[in-house]
Structure formats: C-alpha cells, structure tokens
C-alpha cells in the first residue's frame, strides 16, 4: 500500500457508509442520497464505488468502463481531461435512471507541519456558536456535537468557519464557509488551519476537496500549502 493509496481509501471511507461487499449504502452526516458512482482519479490509478441500490448488471458494465479509464498523468490535467467513460457510463447509468448532477473536483491532504492560525479562532462545540452572523444563522441550528466548529469572530459575530462537513472512524472532510463580505480578509485560511489542527488533536486526518469551478476554495488550498492527490467524480 502507499500513502497515496491510504489517502483515497481514507476520504472514500469519510464520505460513505458501505456494506460488506463495499458499496455505498448512505453518505455520512447527510440526509441526501448517495451517487450512484463515485471514480477517484490519481496518477497511481484509479478507484471506483458504485451505490448498493444498483443492479449487479448495471454494475458490471459500469466496472467494464471503469477498469478501462485511463490513468492520467498529472492532477492538474484532470481538471481538463474528463474521464474517457464519461458518455459511455451515462447510457449505462440511463438504463436505470438518466443521471441527475455530476460533480468533478480536486482532493488535498495536508502538509505535515502547519503554521498556527493568524487571525484569532475558536474551538467550539456547535451548539456553543453564539451571534452567527445573520447571512449563516443556520449554524445556530447544528446540534451535532461530535463535529467542532472552528470560528473567527468579527466585532463578536461569526463570519467564518470550518467544521467537519464529513467524519469517519480515522479522517475527516472540511466544510468551510465565509460571509460574502468578510471574504478574502485570510478567515478562511485562519479557520481551516484551526479545524485542521483541531481534527488532528482527535488522532484523525484532516482532508479537504472542492469542484473545479470554486475558485475560492482552490485559491484558500492553495494559501493552505495543501497538497492534491486525486480528483472526484462522481454521478448521482
């Protein structure tokens, strides 16, 4: 095995539940449905999850498919060079029901040694975030309390955070949201720093993914040092 095989196995093992034969019964920590297929592209190879709810055919010609998907060189390409099975697996997958949304974005870990946050934050419980700011008084709600928020604070309101968007047994996903108008001010790079060091102290590894298109997030990676090993794919 290699890190790079550990890394895929971990963010896989964070945002699924799955059944002894390997396929996705649920997502963790969300209500919605699974997709159907999940591929996880990296320069070693790649790795594929299909949802329990389809057929044993369904999912042998999508295994066909996706053993045949070439491996692509650089990370940075994927974002380019769609998979080679892409049409090939919607005719599969319209014999079932025609796919609904397809996402595809770059997945990091992150660097060994991280610097301290450099904007004050907070490690919070969820349920202990007092005066979110109005644009995300939703937090307010959350009453998961295994899942800590990190928070920074502006005049006393919470205008960013980071918090564990998925949790598995040994890793976690970070979910990360700024206020429009608080953004590009460094918060959002103080409060992943924050969660990541945070989710550390747990004896879990810290992951982070986005879609190609947030250019906010990739640019916040970036700022991070985080380092990219796979790109998603998935179709519901």
Not at 40 to 61: C, D, M, Y
Not at 63 to 86: F, H, Q, T
Not at 165 to 185: D, F, H, K, N, Q
Request: hydrophobic share 45%; charged share 20%.
């Amino acid at each position: 095995m290699t890190a790079l095989h550990d890394a895929v196995e971990l963010h896989l093992d964070t945002l699924y539940e799955r059944d002894t034969a390997g396929l996705i019964l649920r997502m963790r920590a969300s209500d919605r449905p699974p997709p159907r297929v999940h591929l996880v592209r990296t320069v070693e190879g790649n790795r594929w999850l299909f949802a329990a709810s389809l057929s044993p055919t369904i999912r042998a010609a999508l295994d066909a498919l996706l053993a045949a998907e070439p491996v692509v060189p650089l990370i940075e390409a994927m974002e380019y060079r769609e998979p080679a099975s892409r049409d090939a697996l919607a005719a599969v997958l319209a014999s079932d029901a025609p796919p609904a949304n397809e996402y595809r974005g770059p997945a990091f870990t992150f660097p060994s040694d991280l610097p301290a946050p450099a904007h004050p934050v907070e490690v919070l419980a969820i349920p202990e975030v007092a005066r979110p700011h109005p644009d995300v008084a939703w937090l307010a709600s959350f009453v998961d309390t295994d899942r800590p928020v990190v928070v920074a604070r502006v005049e006393g309101s919470a205008v960013a955070f980071c918090h564990s968007a998925r949790i598995g047994p040994a890793s976690a996903e970070a979910g990360l949201e700024v206020v429009e108008t608080y953004r590009r001010r460094g918060l959002a790079k103080a409060v992943t720093l924050g969660w990541a060091h945070a989710i550390r102290a747990t004896g879990r590894v810290p992951l982070y993914s986005t879609w190609w298109g947030n250019e906010a997030s990739r640019a916040t990676a970036r700022s991070l040092g985080l380092l990219p090993y796979a790109e998603d794919w998935h179709v519901d």
